[in-house]
């Protein structure tokens, strides 16, 4: 079929009015004797969408409504070519005249023999075909059809002269109005390759034409045969009219104008509903790229057929309908009832006098009425469809109304249907817009199509047209209405169509209804799908989902993904299907678990075909698990042992341990503790604390180390969003390793391949590990480095699969060759995921504070070392639980498990008083076979009765138990034997315990740090970690006092004893299972001071305490003789044991002494703070009286506890430590808990500033100086015979202190009360009543007094007061130096 198109054309109307025809085209086809068969149509509008899709380099419109920003593709292409080739392929039907021929063309060629003969021959055939009944199609427009005769000759090849005088014969015979000589062919066809001249069929041809479709017909005609027909097209505004005048029949070769489709086999139709598929019409089209046509024709041709079609359209088609429009008027004006004329009578219609129209619903369906061809109501239809097609639409409209109401009247409902379309058309296209669009006509011509006459071609092309005036004007709500109407179930690709241009018009409208568009979107793309037009449908959905996306719709975008996975797979854009279907996976989706088995099994599937595309390519990318990076843990060194018997691990750090900040600062505080102590104090500058487990809260910027041969744990969180289990399987870390060698030069070749390299990086595999439906999960996985350099932890590599089972889902059937039976195998896809962890925020300069940067995190990037040691530490009986002071002892066991030998092996422990390795020296830690046969943690010696309650001396230094001056008792070398352990050696070393003072539970961190022997530079030391966890129940409680005895002589003959006053309660509740303690021994341990016997008045030698009780234990001090006494600074320590068994435990040797001293320096550092407090301004009278009440006298107490434990008695034993400082105060060997203070009052006033008093207190001044009185206990004296008693008492006055003090003895009785006068009144001092001495320091002076008795009776002579004053001062300090014992003296009368 071809069109030619001409500018402006004039005729003239029936009233001799010229008519101006713009833009007119008319169509040439050939002949075609059968009426085109649906199925052919089908296939044609099918192929027609199929092959217009969106051009690749378009731009598309972006919209912005409201939230959204759309890009939304500007023109619908496929649309349009299914609108005009839906027009033009239109059967033509018995109640319209527009798609009927009009003329036809008989064509001969010049070379024929009688071309005169064969014109009537061809004529013979069209009269025929026209008028025989055999031949119901194609319809003819009037009987007296026009015959245009055209002789054709070839120029290249044919007699010229001949031509003519044929042509001269033609005109003769038709008529120079009916005839026409055309020349073409001007050149040969092996010259047509010298000049390329365009072809000139090109743009009329039309692609997709029913013609081109039928090739099941008898055989098209070709131009130079003899048989060619001809059909007039007007295209009016983008509105494509018919009228056709149907060809004849032609058994001769294929027609050189049709499209060559025959070349494809797959385009022989073997029935009228064949469809052929998208993509095989794809590869016709481009199997047949450029054919050319006209290729023998010249410019001069292309003239030629150019004026040869304006002669037939000026000389032949247009007179012939003007003519026929005359007679059609004529015959209407000339019948009766009618008006005299149609013109006269469109006043009447203009004027608005309508006739009341019936309402569609009431008319009967009666849509089988026919008219004959000469009813009088066809003809004033077939005057206005010919009017309509050559733009005379003022006269067409008056037609079409006359027409419809003799159509309503007679009930004949397509005539009426038709008539009210047309006219609706025509009041639209009339210049000037004389009257409004007539919509109503429109919509009850498309309700009486569909509903009464059940034509939905018809309908449709109502639609169609509609539409467009519709939206011309604007009008979209109401085309998008008209067009959704026609949706409906008998054709998929016409409901697509109108539902996308529905959603256009949403989307067009003055304020957008964006929900509106997407939802008809999805619509159209649902019913595309159905058609089969797989791109356009895929194209919908993704236009859809700029809209619902990332709105919280995770349905609709489950669906919508869903969907468009589905078609990307079926047209083979796998890329894009796998985007889709993990969308759906990774968005936390609201699926039942059916469905989202079924999404997920798809994804696999799809994802499996694109692997399988390249093998040999980068691992993907997978969705699931989740992977929470920065959860990403990493260990550095072996897992821990577990327990094996007695043996016990140290808990070091692993994985299992949760992170704890105020922990970690204390491992930290240990470690710098000994690294300062190992470097003299000083901790180094490019010191870092060690860190095993690299976590988010840990220091990450800098690379961490790892030694060669130590594992690389990465602990990775995973977490299945989806409800259905996963399946990961040969899941392992993807690392990059660039090695160096042993100069520490950087190796060129960079290994990246977890596979390729096992003897640089070892990668441990997870065969199988399950994460069931939305579980959080973790994964550990190893790498064994072998070789230094630097690694770097990319990601994990697994296959991700799903446990088998699950059916499919309803409404979604399994993609072709996905397993989905219950008893399937699992079907898994290998692809990777990467390890990236965001560093911290940074936020300390302003750049960065106004910014947001963030560090890096190197936890993933660990640098391998050489080899270091590696310390293992095995703890053997070691108790969890213990008495309060209760020692036990265990062993610890030290194993070298690497390939270097290790040294410096120290530990470092915040609580050092709980444990000890023993002393310093060998000698003090034989174990005496006594010791060994009780099992006794202590050194003991058995003693002869005879020594009980005397003490046992002996001496240490606390520089031998590691308490020197200026030493860090928390910092305790380990004693290895040459301090050194080498590789694969291990030792075992005692290990004495004391159990804390405080009962409860009590976490201990010790901290064992060691060095290589070869001094590396990236590691100076290495540390190990363990955590042990102690509970302690009640034991005893011990009080003690110090006292001056009032005895002022000793064995010695010089002052100064103390009497220790040592309360023992057995404070343990019964549950511990003790049913009695027995105090063995009480020993001291003093510079200065030691026990010298226990003064215990009671027989009972045995100390027992059951549980509650209390016992009192009285003790004599002495001061150490001088040669005893070190200097101050010396750390000599004098031991005395008082022993109430049978077995001396040596108190000065291990472990007695190691927890004495440990304890009495930590006792040391809680008082040395208090110290500082106190104002510098002190006096240093103040001072040397202090001096006198202080004391430094160390009690320990020894016992056994008899515990009962599963029917056997087992003996524990310990002990108290109790530190005296100051003489007269209570001291105790636990912590006592303090009141909380009462709450004060609030006071609203500045409290004056008052000068701290620098008086000394009370106790401290009744210290100063000591007194004792020296008499008879008893006096006998005969008062008849003298009534006056005279008694010679000594008063000894002993300077505590050592500075020179003025002393003033006054005794004179001081009254204050009655009850003294009565006391006091009976005895008088005689001599001297007030003494001024100066006492030198330590100085012991004598006073002879004497006392005078009237009557016998028992007397108390301690009434001497004493004021005492340091002789460099001026104060006097007075006190009433009282005795502690009244001074009591019996008078008998003989």
Same mark, same amino acid.
């Given at each position: ?489 008998? =054709?998929? !690709?016409?409901?697509?169509?109108? %539902?996308? #241009?529905?959603?256009?018009?949403? @989307? &067009?409208?003055?304020?957008?209804? /964006? ?95 694109? =692997?399988? !595309?390249?093998?040999?390519?980068? %691992?993907? #990318?997978?969705?699931?698990?989740? @992977? &929470?990076?920065?959860?990403?843990? /990493? ?97 392992? !870390? ?19 391949? /977890? ?636």
């Amino acid at each position: 079929m071809a069109k030619v198109l001409f500018f402006m054309v004039h005729m003239r109307d029936p009233n001799n009015q010229l008519h101006v025809i713009k833009n007119l085209k008319i169509a040439v086809s050939n002949i075609i004797t059968q009426p085109p068969q649906p199925g052919a149509i089908r296939k044609l509008l099918n192929d027609v969408v199929s092959g217009s899709q969106p051009a690749d380099g378009l731009v598309a419109n972006v919209i912005t409504a409201g939230d959204y920003d759309l890009n939304i593709s500007a023109t619908t292409p496929w649309f349009e070519s299914y609108r005009e080739t839906f027009l033009q392929s239109m059967p033509a039907s018995d109640h319209e005249f527009l798609n009927y021929y009009l003329a036809c063309m008989l064509v001969a060629s010049s070379s024929e023999a009688e071309p005169m003969e064969q014109f009537g021959k061809l004529s013979q055939e069209q009269h025929r075909i026209q008028h025989n009944n055999d031949y119901s199609y194609p319809k003819w427009f009037i009987p007296n059809t026009l015959k245009y005769y055209v002789l054709l000759h070839d120029v290249s090849a044919g007699d010229e002269q001949r031509a003519e005088s044929i042509y001269e014969e033609m005109k003769q015979k038709y008529g120079t109005q009916g005839c026409y000589l055309l020349k073409i062919n001007s050149r040969t066809s092996n010259q047509a390759s010298d000049e390329q001249i365009p072809d000139p069929w090109s743009q009329y041809l039309q692609k997709n034409s029913i013609q081109n479709q039928e090739s099941y017909e008898d055989g098209p005609c070709t131009i130079s045969s003899n048989k060619n027909s001809d059909s007039n097209l007007l295209s009016l505004d983008g509105l494509d009219n018919e009228v056709k005048v149907d060809g004849l029949p032609n058994n001769f070769r294929a027609h050189p104008l049709q499209l060559d489709s025959s070349s494809d086999p797959s385009n022989n139709i073997d029935g009228p509903d064949h469809v052929k598929s998208a993509s095989s019409l794809h590869e016709t089209k481009k199997a047949n790229p450029g054919i050319i046509h006209g290729a023998c024709l010249t410019l001069t041709d292309h003239d030629r057929i150019r004026q040869f079609v304006q002669e037939f359209t000026f000389r032949g088609l247009l007179p012939h309908i003007e003519k026929t429009i005359r007679q059609l008027n004529d015959q209407l004006i000339s019948r009766k009832g009618l008006s005299r004329s149609l013109f006269s009578a469109t006043k009447k219609w203009f004027s608005g006098s309508k006739v009341p129209e019936k309402s569609i619903n009431e008319l009967k369906n009666t849509s089988g009425l026919l008219y004959p061809p000469e009813a009088p109501e066809l003809q004033i239809r077939k005057m206005a469809d010919l009017c309509f097609l050559v733009q005379h639409y003022d006269l067409a409209y008056s037609c079409y109304h006359t027409a419809k109401k003799d159509f309503l009247n007679d009930q004949a409902m397509l005539y009426a249907a038709g008539a009210l379309e047309m006219a609706a058309v025509s009041a639209f296209l009339q210049q000037g817009a004389a009257r409004p669009y007539p919509a109503h006509y429109m919509d009850t011509a498309i309700q009486t199509y569909r509903d009464i006459c059940k034509n939905m071609i018809l309908a449709e092309r109502c639609v169609l047209l509609s539409a467009e005036i519709l939206k011309s004007q604007s009008k979209y709500s109401e085309a998008a209405a008209l067009l959704i109407r026609l949706t409906s179930e008998d =054709s998929d !690709l016409r409901s697509a169509l109108l %539902l996308e #241009q529905a959603a256009h018009c949403f @989307i &067009n409208m003055k304020s957008p209804m /964006v929900r509106k568009y997407a939802f008809h979107m999805i619509l159209a793309g649902h019913r595309f799908s159905k058609a089969g037009q797989k791109k356009h449908a895929l194209r919908c959905y993704c236009q859809a989902m700029q809209v619902y996306k990332g709105k919280g719709w995770s349905l609709a975008e489950d669906h919508i993904n869903f969907t468009i996975g589905r078609q990307s797979y079926t047209l083979r854009q796998l890329d894009n299907a796998v985007s889709a279907f993990r969308h759906i996976l990774i968005n936390e989706s609201k699926q039942s678990a059916a469905q989202q088995g079924s999404f997920l099994r798809e994804y696999l599937y799809v994802y499996k075909n694109v =692997s399988q !595309l390249s093998p040999d390519g980068p %691992l993907p #990318q997978l969705p699931l698990p989740y @992977i &929470n990076s920065s959860a990403t843990r /990493v260990f550095f060194g072996h897992d821990r042992r577990p327990a094996d018997g007695e043996k016990q691990a140290a808990t070091h750090v692993s994985l299992d341990q949760e992170y704890d900040n105020e922990s970690s600062q204390q491992w930290r505080e240990l470690e710098e503790q000994v690294v300062a102590l190992v470097n003299k104090g000083v901790i180094p500058p490019n010191f870092h604390p060690t860190q095993y487990c690299l976590n988010s809260f840990s220091d990450n910027s800098r690379f961490p180390l790892a030694v060669v041969e130590e594992p690389i744990t990465v602990e990775v969180a995973f977490r299945n969003p989806l409800k259905v289990p996963l399946l990961l399987t040969n899941l392992s !870390l993807l690392w990059k390793f660039q090695p160096k060698d042993c100069s520490g030069k950087n190796d060129e070749e960079v290994k990246e391949l /977890v596979t390729s390299e096992p003897e640089m990086i070892g990668t441990e595999v997870i065969s199988e590990f399950l994460i069931n439906s939305e579980e959080s999960k973790v994964a550990r996985l190893k790498l064994f480095p072998h070789h230094i350099g630097e690694l770097h932890i990319l990601g994990v590599v697994y296959n991700l699969g799903t446990i088998q089972g699950s059916t499919t889902v309803d409404g979604i059937g399994a993609l072709p060759g996905c397993h989905t039976g219950k008893q399937s195998l699992s079907m898994s896809v290998r692809g990777r995921q990467d390890l990236e962890i965001q560093g911290p925020r940074l936020n300390s300069t302003k750049e960065e504070k106004t910014s947001i940067t963030y560090g890096p995190d190197r936890r993933l990037d660990p640098i391998i070392v050489e080899e270091m040691p590696l310390l293992e530490v095995f703890f053997i009986h070691f108790p969890t639980g213990l008495l309060c002071g209760e020692i036990r002892k265990a062993y610890v066991e030290f194993v070298n498990v690497s390939k270097c030998p290790l040294t410096g092996l120290k530990v470092v422990c915040k609580r050092p008083e709980f444990f000890t390795f023993g002393g310093n020296t060998a000698a003090l830690t034989p174990l005496s076979p006594s010791a060994s046969e009780n099992c006794s943690a202590y050194k003991t010696v058995v003693t002869e009765s005879t020594s009980v309650c005397t003490a046992l001396t002996s001496s240490a230094s606390s520089v031998d138990f590691g308490i020197g001056i200026g030493s860090q008792p928390e910092v305790i070398p380990v004693p290895l034997p040459d301090t050194v352990l080498l590789p694969g050696a291990s030792v075992q070393l005692p290990l004495w315990l004391r159990g804390p003072d405080e009962e409860g539970v009590h976490e201990i961190n010790f901290l064992f740090y060691y060095e290589s022997v070869k001094k590396l530079p990236k590691i100076r030391h290495r540390i190990l970690r363990h955590t042990a966890v102690i509970c302690t129940s009640r034991s005893l409680n011990v009080r003690a006092t110090v006292c001056r005895s009032n005895s002022l002589e000793d064995e010695e003959g010089r002052g100064g004893n103390m009497l220790v006053f040592v309360d023992v309660e057995n404070i343990n509740t019964s549950e511990a299972g003790v049913k009695e303690f027995h105090i063995v021994q009480v020993s001291s341990s003093s510079k200065h001071w030691k026990l010298q016997k226990s003064v215990n008045l009671s027989e009972n030698k045995d100390a027992k305490l059951g549980s509650r009780e209390k016992g009192k234990f009285c003790f004599k001090a002495i001061r150490c003789k001088e040669k005893e006494v070190a200097t101050q600074s010396s750390e000599k320590y004098t031991f005395a044991d008082i022993i109430f068994g049978n077995e001396q435990i040596i108190s000065s040797a291990s472990p007695c002494a190691d927890f004495f001293y440990r304890s009495l320096s930590s006792e040391l550092k809680k008082v040395q703070p208090s110290a500082h407090t106190e104002k510098q301004s002190v006096e240093d009278a103040v001072r040397l009286i202090q001096k006198c009440s202080e004391v430094d006298l160390n009690v320990v107490i020894l016992w056994k506890a008899y515990v009962v434990e599963d029917s056997k008695q087992l003996i524990l034993e310990g002990q108290h430590h109790v530190i005296l400082h100051t003489v007269g105060k209570e001291a105790y060997s636990s912590p006592q808990k303090q009141e909380p203070p009462e709450m004060e009052p609030l006071k609203f006033f500045r409290p004056e500033n008052t000068a701290v008093s620098s008086r000394p207190s009370v106790e401290q001044l009744s210290s100063l100086i000591k007194t004792s009185l020296h008499y008879p206990e008893s006096l006998n004296h005969p008062f008849h015979q003298k009534s006056l008693c005279l008694v010679p008492v000594t008063l000894l006055l002993s300077n505590c202190s050592k500075a020179d003090v003025d002393v003033i003895v006054d005794l004179r009785h001081k009254t204050t009360s009655p009850e003294s006068l009565e006391i006091h009144g009976s005895f008088t001092w005689l001599g001297q009543t007030q003494y001024k001495l100066q006492l030198k320091s330590e100085e012991i002076h004598s006073l002879q007094l004497k006392a005078c008795f009237v009557h016998t009776g028992v007397y108390n002579l301690g009434t001497p007061r004493v004021f005492a004053k340091l002789s460099d001062q001026v104060t006097v300090f007075e006190t009433s130096q009282q005795n502690s014992m009244p001074a009591l003296i019996i008078i008998n009368n003989v």
